[in-house]
Each structure stands twice: as C-alpha cells, then as structure tokens.
C-alpha cells in the first residue's frame, strides 16, 4: 500500500476543511443546548408506539397531555415524531410509554 504525500497547497486545503467541520459541529452542538438545557429526540418509531398505547387506552389529546405532564399544544409535535424534547418531557413520555404496557 503506498502512502500519499501531500504538497503544502493540499495539507493547507485539507486544514481549512478540517477548521470548517468543526466549526459546523461546534455550531450544531451550540443550537442542540440552548439555553443550557440538553434536548432528547423522539423517534418516528417511539412516536408510533407513543400513538399506540394512546389509541390502546382511547386517550384524547388533552388526557394524554396531562398524564405526562406537558401542555396540551406539546402532544402533536410528541406524537409526529423527530420531536427535540427537553429532558423533563422526554423522561415523562418514556415513563409513561414503559408504564403498564
């Protein structure tokens, strides 16, 4: 297997790419903290079992928003799913999801 050296033209390149992906992971993790809360995101697949154990127990919205705690406008973005919660809401609806089911 032969080794490729780069010229300086191209470890430079490579330098300012490596300075750019960080950044924009830097970026990304700053938005994922805001306000010094760290957010949890619920899946397609949770937000599926979440709508089943709802239709199980014949819940509408609104007693499912207060079973868990949240407010009621929360409920349709918990249940579509891709949903980037923060850590009290995600740990209510994944106890609720594991309780007696």
């Known amino acids: 297997m032969a080794i490729k050296i780069f010229s300086k033209k191209e470890?430079?390149?490579?330098?300012?790419?490596k300075i750019r992906l960080y950044n924009q992971f830097v970026l990304e993790l700053r938005m994922n903290f805001k306000k010094g809360?760290?957010?949890?995101?619920?899946?397609?697949?949770?937000?599926?079992?979440?709508?089943?154990?709802?239709a199980?127990?014949?819940l509408k919205n609104y007693e499912f928003a207060f079973?868990?705690?949240?407010?009621?406008?929360?409920?349709?973005?918990?249940l579509n799913g891709d949903y980037?919660?923060?850590?009290?809401?995600?740990a209510s609806v994944m106890e609720w999801l594991a309780k007696d089911y």
């Open 56 to 58: 199980d127990l014949q």
């Open 84 to 90: 980037k919660a923060p850590n009290r809401i995600y």
């Open 37 to 54: 809360e760290r957010k949890m995101i619920i899946t397609q697949e949770q937000a599926k079992a979440l709508r089943r154990k709802k």
């Open 11 to 17: 470890r430079l390149a490579l330098d300012i790419l």
């Open 67 to 78: 079973e868990i705690g949240v407010a009621p406008r929360t409920v349709p973005k918990i």
